[in-house]
């Protein structure tokens, strides 16, 4: 009955470990992932403020109209609010869902100037996506929608002999797509930058004839030749999240590669291809303007961006609470090696009482393997190798010379292990004068774990055998080669770092371990021909 009560108690250890295991993992992770958005994440206040003169339309002619384009949830970035101020104009939001645009469109029918104030507050999250050119969503384009973005007009002249000068010299090929693109882009990127007398920088023609171009005029000119390369490509126009009282729009462009809508931009110093910054927000697809009037050029607009305080989470992260005292990543840097290595010790406990009670390996002690791989990792195994050599052959042969002057034991033990520090030190001193260690210094922690380690193998040999003794340095240091891997595993050291509470499934594992009470792999191996005979 006993019996049964310990194995039900340890059935319900395990399982109490497991929950408050799972528990306080759960809640820092939690926490963690609380308060890493919070820093991660910026808010920002993104403000128009639009002047526009309607003219009264006549009998039978639509009202003026005010097109105004919108920032719109993308992987990256979340409208959080928004507040829109338009006295006399009636409004209308339109979501296209072949360009994924968002606008306001603004109508009246009576003539006179009106003022628009718009403003957004908007959430950028780095951890929602690395670069929102990857997140473009695969598609198809329809004849259509090809003929449409491959056409010529006067922004884009795709038949000029400007643009088809440069095209003649690209590679040529369906499978040099991708070539023709880099060809362009970086022909685009060369173009000199305007001064302020050159009133034709945003022409294509004027551009690459004068092989000078502003911002604009990059971007357009990489649309007319991806256009005249028969490569579809359109203008996106939007706005670089960063403080200013006066933005203007910045403009780039996207081609149609791979079913997806790829962005460039050549006008930013060596440009950006295939991958835009997150900060930058697309407003308007297939459009250079963030405002239109049609039929109107008479609106006045100005962008402010601002970026706002940040949120609570990141204030309370800021500041001093006795929780944080369970929090390891607060300490220095320089401590998180030493605190990882610490943490990674239990499971190098594991790993030896696994050995030790399942598999049937003797060791030297519970702590030993996991010591010895310590030295190794501080040392470098190369270096940890040569150490455990030194010391093995010094206590052995120390112990032989000693052997004839019939000492007692602990004076001929201190008497080895003085000579094992002797020899040592001058390895040391050896393998730096070799440079094949970084310093002294990376072999002190060896050197004494090593020390004790030979204290422990002499001990064994008094008490027990020197071939018994030999077999458990076998044992130890097989079970040593496995701790190595397991604490030299920096991914682990950190994860445990970070979630130090993961040592409760640790401890329930242990006792799963302590309560194992079936016949061990090597008793299987030894008695097989007992087994055998049995069977027969």
Known sequence: MSVLSARVLSQLVVIGFVLLGLLTTGLRYQARHESQIALEDSLWRLAYQLKFTAEEPLAGEPDATLRVGLPANRPHVEVVDSEYFHNGLAAEFIDSPTNGNRELILTTDQGGEYTVTAEFEIKLSPESSSSWGQMQAMESLTDTSRARFTSSDEEFPVLSAGVQSVVRQTPRGEENVWKVLQYLFQHCSNLGSPSADDDGADNVEWALANKTASALGKARS??????????????????????????????????????????????????????????????????????????????????????????????????????QIFDLTRLPVKMHEVLSLMLLLPLGALITAFFRNVIGIRTFGTFSPALLAMSFIYAAWGTGIVILIVVIVTGLVGRSLLERLHLLMVPRLSIVLTLIILCVVFSVSLLDYLEWTHSAQAVLLPMVILTIFIERFHVTAEEDSVAFALQLVVGTTIVSAFCYLLLNWDDVGRLLLIYPEAHFFTIAIFILIGRYSGYRLVELWRFRDLVRSSKS
Request: charged share 25%; net charge positive; glycine share 6%.
């Open 222 to 323: 990489m649309v007319a030749l991806c256009r005249a390369a028969n490569i579809p490509a359109r203008l996106v126009t939007g706005f670089e999240l960063r403080r200013s009282d006066n933005v203007r729009p910045h403009v780039w462009l996207e081609v149609f590669y791979g079913h997806r809508w790829v962005p460039f931009d050549p006008s930013l110093g060596y440009g950006y291809a295939r991958l835009m910054p997150i900060n930058f927000i697309p407003i308007r697809r297939g459009g250079e303007r963030v405002v239109r009037a049609p039929g109107s050029n008479d609106v006045q607009a100005k962008y402010s961006i601002l970026r706002l305080p940040p949120s609570k989470a990141v204030l309370e992260t800021e500041s001093r609470r006795p929780s």
